[in-house]
Nanobody, 121 residues
Framework: QVQLVESGGGLVQPGGSLRLSCAASGSIVSINAMGWYRQAPGKERELVADMSSGGSTNYADSVKGRFTISSDNAKNTVYLQMNSLKGEDAAVYYC???????????????WGQGTQVTVSS
C-alpha cells in the first residue's frame, strides 16, 4: 500500500514562513503528479499548487509569488514553502499524489492526512 505522511504545519505569525513536507512510502512504481490543497473551516477544499512529473508547476492566484512547490524525487517527497503568510492562508493543508503502485494497475490519487496551518499574531 501507499502512505502519504505530512509534516511541517503549525502556528506562525502573519508575514512568517513555514515549509510543509509530504513523504510518500510503500509500493511505488512511479509518481505522476504531486500537489497541495487546503481547506479552511466552512470552505471547500481548493488547489494551492501542483507539480507534474516533468516539473511543470501550477499555483492558485492567491499564493503566486509567496508559495513554492518543489520535490525530491529520490525521497518521494513534495514540499510547499510558504512565505509572507496571511490570515487567509490558515487552513488544513493536504497533499495529493497520483501514484502508480503496481505495474499493471492504473495510477490513482492518494491523499495525506492533513496538517494544520494557523496564521495568527
Amino acid at each position: 500500500q501507499v502512505q502519504l505522511v505530512e509534516s511541517g504545519g503549525g502556528l506562525v505569525q502573519p508575514g512568517g514562513s513555514l515549509r510543509l513536507s509530504c513523504a510518500a512510502s510503500g509500493s511505488i512504481v512511479s509518481i505522476n503528479a504531486m500537489g497541495w490543497y487546503r481547506q479552511a473551516p466552512g470552505k471547500e477544499r481548493e488547489l494551492v499548487a501542483d507539480m507534474s512529473s516533468g516539473g511543470s508547476t501550477n499555483y492558485a492566484d492567491s499564493v503566486k509569488g509567496r508559495f513554492t512547490i518543489s520535490s525530491d524525487n529520490a525521497k518521494n517527497t513534495v514540499y510547499l514553502q510558504m512565505n509572507s503568510l496571511k490570515g487567509e492562508d490558515a487552513a488544513v493543508y493536504y497533499c495529493l499524489c497520483n501514484i502508480k503502485s503496481r505495474r499493471y494497475v492504473p495510477a490513482r490519487d492518494y491523499w495525506g492526512q492533513g496538517t494544520q496551518v494557523t496564521v495568527s499574531s
